[in-house]
């Protein structure tokens, strides 16, 4: 199975693909999609969505791992996120791209075992899981990773099969 994990945002978009089968996962790329602060906002929205639908063509997703929108004090900057998050949902449901949707404290169960684990303990547990030489960087792009690792362990869990 294909994953691409996506840490959304406005100014930075990660993303991660991961191919992933029984048990194992291996790291295809991770990278992010920057858009100019300054721009008008619909254009930086666009540009996400053309940039997700040339991601989404080019690696062939079976699925895509997303973050949940999770609001903390500053609503203007959810705001922003929370836009360009559906424009990033729209571009995978017109391509027929499967959605899954996980909290952070999903992910962090998933990857570290403990849903309250800190960010660093995340990066490193992705970095061995993944057999990688260094954590992913940008942050927002070791975040989609991360993500789509999730996905990797929780979709071939025994508890998830219906």
């Known amino acids: 199975m294909r994953i691409l994990g996506i840490d959304p945002g406005y100014a930075i978009v990660g993303f991660g693909v991961l191919e992933a089968d029984r048990g194992q996962a291996r790291l295809v790329r991770c990278g992010a999609i920057n858009t100019q602060a300054g721009v008008p906002m619909p254009r930086r929205l666009l540009q996400i969505q053309e940039d997700m639908e040339t991601l989404i063509h080019t690696f062939q997703p079976d699925v895509m791992a997303i973050e949940e929108l999770f609001f903390n004090t500053n609503v203007t900057t959810g705001i922003g996120v929370a836009q360009a998050r559906g424009v990033i949902l729209a571009a995978a449901a017109k391509l027929g791209v499967e959605i899954f949707e996980y909290t952070p404290s999903q992910v962090k169960q998933a990857v570290v075992g403990y849903g309250k684990a800190e960010k660093r303990q995340v990066m490193d547990m992705t970095k061995r899981l993944l057999k990688l030489?260094?954590?992913p960087k940008p942050d927002d792009a070791a975040d989609a990773v991360a993500?789509?690792?999730?996905?990797?362990?929780?979709h071939t869990s025994r508890l998830y099969q219906r």
């Open 133 to 135: 030489s260094a954590v």
């Open 147 to 154: 993500l789509a690792l999730c996905h990797a362990r929780s």
